[in-house]
């Protein structure tokens, strides 16, 4: 009996710390198991599942004084995933298993009663915690052997059942180790639709393949049925494969949020999310209690958000998104610490003309009072961060039964990865990959096109047209035109091609 350490990771957003676990078991007196260091309900909770996976694997609880103790003390500890590192702290300090196999091993997993270790959210974020930290080998859940092989630089092995964890520890058996072979992906959502389907709309066409190409943020008005959903759903069969940095950080807040698939190991396309209207604030931009969780805009890191019916949302929600989409990440302060997740993905807002949305305009109904209600919901500050906004037409007989030659998603998505490599060249050294990354600033200082060329922006700015906001965001629209069109520099048509889909009237 006496004092032994194991340890674990606690993950704060998708950065994870390395958790000493300290053991002390003591003969003598009551016996009583104390837990130090911060922890929540669920981690307070895990001294019962602990003892009863202990008793259920074959192994005698020691009858003693058992303090366990999280370093660094101060900082929160939350979750499940400490199970398996505190089975294994009370066992070496109670001489059931020898210290010597397990040091430098961190722990992951969830313990069962009966001794079974369930997977944990966000353990690809906290493997790398552990390289960082300078472990030499992890024990993870069977199940999250493919998400951890991602990872490399430290020995992953799994573990189905504690009790062969314990027979690893004591030398007298074998844990899993990674399966071998290419690394599985997921795929967006709507990865296999075809724009070909969309009937009629070409401004609207157009416009998706310029926000595809620039990563522009789109607004889409119309009535029902004219193929705004569509074409939102499309949008992630333009864009090109996420680079493995980008992988990497998508994943780990997919896993982080606990919606990585266990077949699936690593995130290559854009991810699509599309919240429905009656989603809270905290389930769109993350929260939850004690340490907050990432919401729809944090899984659409690096894809797309689509916000369908985007005047059934209010007001609070939509307004919620203005820090994510000027910033790039949103930052969630709870009682248990402040977290940052990122949140860089594109916004595509989708919404009816008003209340009743008749198939044709002409038959609306409502008040123009009532009209300006309803689109009043998207609030000029949010409207000034699309850089696109569409005007949709229904469609017509010509549209629907004509048979039309519509380019499909494989050559509309070859422009836009000729337009994507053209500005990941040009702003390479700056570290940016697309145009709308790039600061206003920048444009106009470093890159600033003639006064011929930007002669409408200015006299939008002149009468109040146009913000500094929408000035910034035409020119880099113009930029993304000029990418498509192979040109070097923006012109003047297309910096005229820019205004115009901002300007258009669409509320």
């Known amino acids: 009996m006496g004092l032994r350490t194991t340890r674990a990771v606690a993950l704060f957003g998708v950065d994870g710390v390395l958790v000493e676990i300290e053991a002390d078991v003591r003969s003598g007196g009551i016996p009583s198991v104390q837990l130090l260091g911060l922890p929540d309900a669920a981690l307070q909770e895990s001294k019962n ?37 505190l089975a294994m702290a009370v066992l070496t300090a109670s001489e059931r298993v020898p210290y010597h196999r397990i040091e430098g091993t961190v722990f992951f997993g969830e313990l069962a009663l009966d001794g079974r270790i369930r997977s944990v959210p966000g353990l690809l974020p906290g493997l790398l915690a552990a390289v960082e930290g300078g472990a030499e080998r992890a024990v993870v859940p069977a199940s999250g052997l493919a998400e951890a092989r991602l990872v490399e630089g430290i020995e992953v092995l799994g573990a189905e059942h504690l009790g062969e964890v314990v027979s690893w520890a004591r030398g007298q058996g074998e844990l899993l ?18 724009l070909a389907d969309v009937k009629g709309q070409p401004d609207a066409r157009r416009a998706l393949e310029i926000a595809a190409a620039g990563g522009h943020h789109l607004l889409m008005i119309g009535p029902p049925g004219t193929g705004k959903t569509m ?40 991810p699509f999310v599309a919240p429905h209207h009656s989603v809270s604030v905290a389930g769109l931009i993350g929260g939850g209690s004690g340490l907050a969780v990432p919401g729809a805009v944090s899984r659409a890191h690096r894809g797309v958000l689509l916000i369908d019916e985007a005047c059934e949302f209010g007001a609070q929600r939509l307004e919620s998104l203005r820090t994510a989409l000027e910033e790039g990440e949103v930052r969630l302060s709870r009682k248990d610490g402040t977290l940052r997740y990122p949140a860089r993905f594109q916004l595509v807002l989708a919404t009816n003309p008003c209340p009743c949305a008749p198939a044709r305009e002409s038959d609306c109904h409502c008040t123009p009072h009532a009209r300006r209600r309803y689109l009043g919901k998207l609030s000029g500050p949010l409207l000034d961060r699309t850089d696109l906004r569409v005007r949709m037409r229904p469609l017509t007989t010509v549209d629907l039964h004509v048979d039309q030659e519509r380019e499909s998603s494989e050559e509309v998505r070859a422009r ?8 990941a060249a040009r702003w390479r050294e700056h570290g940016w990959r697309s145009n709308s990354e790039v600061p206003g600033p920048v444009l106009r200082r470093e890159f600033a096109l003639p006064r011929k060329v930007t002669a409408l922006l200015d006299r939008g700015l002149d009468t109040g047209a146009l913000t500094a906001r929408g000035a910034d965001r035409c020119l880099r629209v113009a930029w993304t035109l000029s990418d498509l069109d192979g040109s070097e520099r923006p012109d003047a048509d297309h910096v005229a091609t820019a205004l115009q889909f901002r300007e258009r009237t669409v509320v």
């Not at 602990?50 to 500890?77: C, F, H, M, Y």
């Not at 939350?78 to 199970?83: A, E, K, P, R, V």
């Not at 836009?416 to 500005?423: C, I, K, P, S, T």
């Open 49 to 85: 599942r602990v003892r009863a996976a202990i008793r259920n694997s074959g192994e005698d609880w020691p009858q003693s004084n058992i303090t366990l103790a999280l370093s660094p003390a101060a900082l929160p500890k939350t979750g499940t995933s400490f199970d398996t590192a």
């Open 177 to 194: 180790g990674c399966p071998s072979g290419g690394t599985e992906t997921e795929h967006a959502a709507g990865e296999e639709l075809d």
């Open 231 to 270: 074409l939102a759903r499309r949008l992630c069969g333009l864009l090109p494969e996420l680079s493995a940095e980008e992988s990497l950080e998508t994943t780990a807040v997919h896993s982080v949020a606990g919606v990585l698939s266990e077949n699936t190991s690593l995130v290559r396309r854009a």
């Open 416 to 423: 836009v990865l000729r337009a994507r490599e053209a500005a």
